[in-house]
Nanobody
Framework: QVQLVESGGGLVQAGGSLRLSCAASTRTFSSYSMGWFRQAPGKERDFVGHISWYGERTYYADSVKGRFTISRDNAKNSVYLQMNRLKPEDTAVYYC???????????????WGQGTQVTVSS
């Protein structure tokens, strides 16, 4: 079991940047691959990106590729989402789920945090 707490959300103008953080409460953080998802009001939760156990592989949704970057620091039990050139359509609650296996053909996760709100004004 791992508990996840997202932070760093807020209100930003279009074109601006935000860095989200996700802290995991586990002694074996490096055994979890991590994702980022987002859910806008009235819409389904969408995949944003994924990072492998040691950060050697990352994957991104086309909608954020080139603007968002996922990284992790296993010594700090944390994963990050750097968001640049934000757009109003990036407005959503952002989640960082975890799973204790690696499978680049699937974006299903076992553990979820409560999310953090990101609002991008035009």
């Amino acid at each position: 079991q791992v508990q996840l707490v997202e932070s760093g959300g807020g209100l930003v103008q279009a074109g601006g940047s935000l860095r989200l953080s996700c802290a995991a409460s586990t002694r074996t953080f490096s055994s979890y691959s991590m994702g980022w998802f987002r859910q806008a009001p009235g819409k389904e939760r969408d995949f944003v990106g994924h990072i492998s156990w040691y950060g050697e592989r990352t994957y991104y949704a086309d909608s954020v590729k080139g603007r968002f970057t996922i990284s992790r620091d296993n010594a700090k039990n944390s994963v990050y989402l750097q968001m640049n050139r934000l757009k109003p359509e990036d407005t959503a609650v952002y989640y960082c789920p975890a799973r204790n296996y690696e499978n680049p053909t699937s974006w299903e996760y076992d553990y979820w945090g409560q999310g953090t709100q990101v609002t991008v004004s035009s």
